[in-house]
């Protein structure tokens, strides 16, 4: 049909969700959103991975497995697979979204001195590691004047243990010429609160780092219930 999306089919042969399709679309070009339900949302990126199919029973069951658009959002591949109609399409779907967010939360970031930007530096950490179902450790790598060169995670493990190895996080940092560190890593637990083996180990790669010259300025902790900060804790 002349002038239609190209995920429709001609009108005379229309399913019913056709129209539901295109208000909701002309619903959130006109008003963004924030002004849509949860399972609305879900709906517009699902037209993308099932272009000839009614997506709202799917949606509403993604929310009611996951419990929210973030669940969904990031949520395990196998886990998304188990629901019916829920292939690789509706997979990548969905995490082009959380990919989509982490990058734009990282951009922020990277865009200023990461010290003096700390609610951006939470909010990056949040997007990127509070959903994640293993424990792993990322090491955020900054210049002189403060401003992030590299982020990388250095070590995924399994759901309640990372080996992090304060030697290797050293040798990479003097690697990116790299004058200061902040390390993350998450519990999946959704409780922040150190292990003594998170305290110990700090504890280590700030030694570690100093004797090179270079400067562990914090160590967060981020879980779903909220964060830890090693400097506010007193452990740095």
Known sequence: MAGGDEDEPDAAKAPHFH???????ERFLKTGGD???DYELLELVLFQALPRRDVKPL???LLARFGSFAG???????????????????VVALKTVAAAAERLARDELAA???LGNWDKLLRYCRTAMSREGREHFRVLFLNRKNILISDEVQWRGTIDHTPLYPREVVKRALELQAAALIMVHNHPSGDPTPSQADIDM?????DAAKSMGIVLHDHLIIARTGHTS???MGYL
């Open 112 to 114: 200023a001195p990461v």
């Open 230 to 232: 090693f400097r506010d």
């Open 35 to 37: 002004q849509l339900a």
């Open 202 to 206: 700090t504890r280590q790669v700030a």
């Open 59 to 61: 949606a509403k069951e």
């Open 72 to 90: 969904a959002a990031t949520a395990e591949p196998a886990l998304v697979r188990q629901l019916p109609g829920a292939g690789d399409a509706v």
């Open 19 to 25: 129209g539901h399709r295109q208000r909701l679309k």
